[in-house]
């Protein structure tokens, strides 16, 4: 089968990594780079040997579309791509808010075109090592998502980072629905986005989920733990490291007439087996929809509720 056409449409922080994985891919090729900044776009097209363009018409010819521009111009540019029948990738958060995601949303559905966001933690190889040791629901998640600040955001820290982990909560068995959520934002003098955020949401499944992100962090930090009523799991998703801990007794003793608390655990860290990059197993996911290996209604029903909750966060 021939390699499918590419557009790229932006420059943002992930193009680079996508220019490079289709480079790699015999089933995908790079014809075109889109973007108002011809400096940055020639940089990229020079990389792939494909051409460049500022306007949206350069996508004829092409057949899969991926979007890592700006959040705020999501909304436009997916609707045009969506209507001239492209499946496209979508850089997250889907949109700049909910209603635009929503809108996003149903309009794949009504043309049938296959619309998805790059949610890559879910392709994240210790995620997957961490998901195969589960034996029971979650009844606890804490997850961490803390970076330098980047003076290219422009969307909430919520919609930029937390968003990815709350869409591993729904994963990991929280499911669509939540009961309750809480919030506490900050927005650093001299800015005017939030870069702080920490949440409690309370899953209709019963899961208590716990997040916090930032992005005026000294360094870079993405980390779970969860909980089940048998096992602690810990998974660093930034250096693939996954450790299982399991308590199974605990002693108060005296020792030389001072009291001493002794427990017993059992302390496991299982291989992480890496089938491949997120970004390239995200890009084979696309050319699967483009080619219609998988379900597209199955991909367009996970997008809106991380961008749901996210959007509860925000509102509280």
Known sequence: MAALS????????????YVRVIGESPRAKLDVVIDDDLEAASVLADRAGCVMATDLDAIEGCQVAIVTAAPDTHFETVTRLLEAGMPTLVQAPLAADIREATALVELSKQRDVPLSCAFLERFNAALKAARGML???PVHLVALRHAPHDPRATTSVVHDLMVHDIDLAIQLGGGPLVDSVRAATFIPPGLNTVELADAVITFSSGLIGTFSASRISHRARR????????????????RYHVQVTRHLSAHHLLESGTPTYRENIVVDSPFVYQSGEPVA???EQLLDLAEGRIDAAAIRNGLLPPHTHAAKVEAA
Not at 6 to 17: H, S, V
Not at 223 to 238: G, S
């Open 6 to 17: 590419i557009a790229l449409i932006g420059t943002g922080a992930a193009a680079t990594d």
């Open 281 to 283: 197993l995200q890009l």
């Open 223 to 238: 980390e779970l733990i969860i909980a089940t009523t048998n096992k602690l799991i810990e998974v660093d998703l930034l």
């Open 135 to 137: 034996d029971e629901p």
